[in-house]
Nanobody, 122 residues
Framework: QVQLVESGGGLVQPGGSLRLSCIASGSIFSINDMGWYRQAPGKERELVARISSGGSANYADSVKGRFTISRDNAKNTVYLQMDSLKPDDTAVYYC????????????????WGQGTQVTVSS
């Protein structure tokens, strides 16, 4: 099985910072891209940032210049450094990754974490 576990969410004041982490574990052969998504109440899940296995990153326009995604391939971990947070950043943040397993090395499937709440409020 494959599991993704996020951590690092919480309550922060506007202008503050948080760092999210997501660790992938289980019968993993290879991880392609990893990303962070968020879903606010009453809204659809949206991409926040994504990073390839080689380190190329792309961001939603709403977070460019404020958020930084990074990954440690040796630890199967992806991070999201969030600075200058705004109330509009309030959402449940999900980690997603395209992963292949040892029993089917050519096939990549999208796996999700359980989500971590980020609340930006004074």
């Amino acid at each position: 099985q494959v599991q993704l576990v996020e951590s690092g969410g919480g309550l922060v004041q506007p202008g503050g910072s948080l760092r999210l982490s997501c660790i992938a574990s289980g019968s993993i052969f290879s991880i392609n891209d990893m990303g962070w998504y968020r879903q606010a109440p009453g809204k659809e899940r949206e991409l926040v940032a994504r990073i390839s296995s080689g380190g190329s990153a792309n961001y939603a326009d709403s977070v460019k210049g404020r958020f930084t995604i990074s990954r440690d391939n040796a630890k199967n971990t992806v991070y999201l450094q969030m600075d200058s947070l705004k109330p509009d950043d309030t959402a449940v943040y999900y980690c997603g990754a395209h992963i292949s397993k040892f029993d089917n090395r050519r096939a990549y499937y999208l796996y999700w974490g359980q989500g971590t709440q980020v609340t930006v409020s004074s």
